[in-house]
Structures are given as structure tokens and as C-alpha cells.
């Protein structure tokens, strides 16, 4: 069974396939992924990653804690930052490295938003705009041609799909003060 992301909206639970939506949009990235750190913690690796988002319009970057190597793939978990974060927070501000290793987890965690795009109004506020963590693409005229940020949910899931890690055998979506 793919795993499901509940959200709240007023009273009702809504689920949501994030594995069966992100194949079906098939957002594929045209750039280079670059390691730009790797460091050795609990018996794994954390490693942050920096490329280019072609949903976005902008350099991005994301955190990867990757477990000692087994032999078999890692159940991989994707942990969306809410609120005023980053791609630091889970991985690094939260120490969540021993308890991923202890887990053989692979953690994947992506920014919360674009930053640095010159958008009128982008940085005014805490709730809004860089670091928000609404992980949906915007339809109004300023925001929309950079906060695309569901597509780069799924431009990030084919980069640890492919060119980050080894395929792997599960996937687990986690979301953290999600507007």
C-alpha cells in the first residue's frame, strides 16, 4: 500500500497519495545535482544537496541522512518542513540522525520554499512567502512562476529516485506545521 499524507482542512481528514501524484506529474529536472557537504554522524551520512530547480526558477537545496549500507535498499522518508524552516531543521536542528540510523532510515528532507527571487512582498512577513512551507503551486501573478513547490516535491523525488541514492524498496511522507 503507497503511503498516504493527511492534512486537515476544517473538521475533515483529507488523504493524499503523494507517491502515486508525484509518478503521475513525472516532473523530471534538467540539472546537475551537486553534493556541496557530506559529513559521517551516527554511522551514516548527512548530506546536503544544491541544484538548480527548473520549477522553481532558482538554486535550491535539500538535506539526505543516509544510514550504514545493509545490502538492501532503505525505506526512504520524505520529511516536509513547515513554518519559518528549512532543509536543516528535521536532518540537523532536531538531531534526528541517531534515531534515523538506529531505524536504517534514509531521510530526504526539501527547503519549505524558494529564496532569494526578488519578489515584491516575499520576505515581509513570517507566514508568507520565503520559508512558509506551503508545499502547492501558486496561481496568483507574482508568486506563480517561482513557488511551484508541489512540482519541486516531485523534481526532488526523482533526483533520490535516481541520482542521489540506490533505488529503494519504501517510501514515507511526514509533514511538520504545514499551513
Not at 507574482?142 to 516531485?154: D, R, T, V
Amino acid at each position: 500500500l503507497a503511503p498516504t499524507v493527511m492534512s486537515l482542512c476544517g473538521r475533515k481528514a483529507v488523504g493524499v497519495c503523494m507517491n502515486q501524484v508525484l509518478c503521475r506529474l513525472s516532473v523530471r529536472c534538467s540539472s546537475t545535482v551537486t553534493l556541496s557537504s557530506r559529513n559521517k554522524t551516527f554511522g551514516g551520512y548527512t548530506e546536503r544537496y544544491r541544484h538548480y530547480s527548473d520549477s522553481l526558477k532558482c538554486e535550491m537545496g535539500f538535506a539526505v541522512f543516509k544510514p550504514t549500507e545493509t545490502g538492501s535498499p532503505p525505506p526512504v522518508v520524505y520529511w516536509l518542513s513547515g513554518l519559518t524552516c528549512d532543509d536543516t531543521n528535521f536532518i540537523f536542528k532536531a538531531g534526528a540522525q541517531q534515531h534515523l540510523q538506529d531505524a536504517g532510515l534514509m531521510a530526504v528532507c526539501p527547503d519549505t520554499s524558494p529564496r532569494g527571487c526578488d519578489i515584491e512582498g516575499e520576505d515581509d512577513a513570517y507566514d508568507f512567502g520565503s520559508g512558509a512551507g506551503f508545499y502547492l503551486n501558486a496561481t496568483t501573478p507574482l508568486y506563480k512562476e517561482n513557488y511551484q513547490m508541489f512540482s519541486y516535491i516531485s523534481e526532488v523525488h526523482s533526483f533520490e529516485a535516481s541520482s542521489v541514492s540506490q533505488l529503494f524498496c519504501s517510501v514515507y511522507w511526514f509533514v511538520h506545521g504545514i499551513q
